[in-house]
């Protein structure tokens, strides 16, 4: 008799826990269903103070009574329902008050579907190729800041920078400039590709280094995601060399990045070699 009683109580903890998952975009969509009333009733007003123009052009007086009769009963019930839409939008903040960046994030990333990938900040993923930074100042994609709290409308924005290649997702980009970050780290800065070895080992950490170097701005988690952005591609050739990923002795020491991929495979670099083809 006990079992059916568990079960009913973990169905409606599941229900419960879905609809606080949803509640933020539900109560959006709230706001949209008043609004689209609202919208709809000073149309009807403006409608009516037309006809009202009208009469009164004509000079038939019975009728331009009847609209400003009509006019006054439109606006009264718009009034209500700003009202209505004010409540709707204290409720929204309330929400919003309460909800934490990790719900907003999960939110956010049911709605951007994979690949979504967590990185070691709980506030960060890396929806590929673009990264998210979630803050109380707002959501950062890539270098640009949208100040949004409605995850629909984030996840919107993420959608879009997947789809454009700026230079933060361009595969050739990247791998120049790290390329180029490698040889300042391995001391080759001058060197011509002709006097350069035929292989060039530059652990992860050092081309960083290099990079975060020049622009202090460049994070660790930026790194990876543009480590994982060659690995996934599959773009690795620059100025006559080839890039290969290694991990295998950073993941003794501890130097090394690391990302968990849609699958949940974690992707860990410690090494860049460059070897010549």
């Known amino acids: 008799m006990g079992r059916p009683c568990t079960q009913t109580l973990g169905d409606a903890r599941f229900l419960e826990e879905k609809a606080q998952k949803l509640m933020i975009e539900a109560l959006f969509k709230t706001l949209d269903d008043e609004l689209g009333k ?67 994030a999960s939110e956010v990333g049911e709605r951007v579907g994979q690949p979504w990938l967590p990185t070691e900040s709980p506030h960060v993923f890396v929806a590929f190729p673009a990264l998210v930074r979630f803050s109380r100042e707002g959501v950062r994609i890539d270098r640009k800041l949208l100040r949004s709290q409605r995850p629909s409308a984030i996840a919107e924005k993420i959608l879009r920078a997947r789809m454009t290649k700026g230079k933060e997702t361009n595969p050739e980009v990247v791998l120049e400039r790290i390329w180029k970050a490698a040889k300042i780290a391995a001391g080759y800065l001058r060197k011509s590709s002709a006097e350069l070895p035929r292989s060039l080992q530059v652990p992860a950490r050092d081309v960083f280094e290099v990079l975060h170097l020049n622009n202090p701005d460049y994070t660790e988690v930026e790194f990876t995601r543009h480590l994982y952005l060659l690995d996934r591609n599959g773009t690795n050739h620059v100025e006559g060399y080839r890039l290969i990923f290694s991990a295998s002795t950073g993941t003794r020491s501890g130097r090394y990045y690391r990302i968990r991929d849609e699958a949940g495979v974690e992707h860990a670099y410690y090494l860049l070699e460059f070897e010549k083809l």
């Open 38 to 104: 609202l919208f709809a009733l000073t149309k009807k007003a403006k409608e009516t103070a037309g006809k009202a123009q009208v009469a009164c052009k004509g000079g038939q007086v019975p009728a331009l009574s009847r609209q400003l009769q009509g006019c006054s009963s439109v606006l009264s019930e718009a009034l209500s329902q700003v009202e209505t839409v004010r409540q709707a939008l204290e409720q929204t903040q309330q929400v919003l008050e309460r909800t934490s960046l990790e719900e907003l």
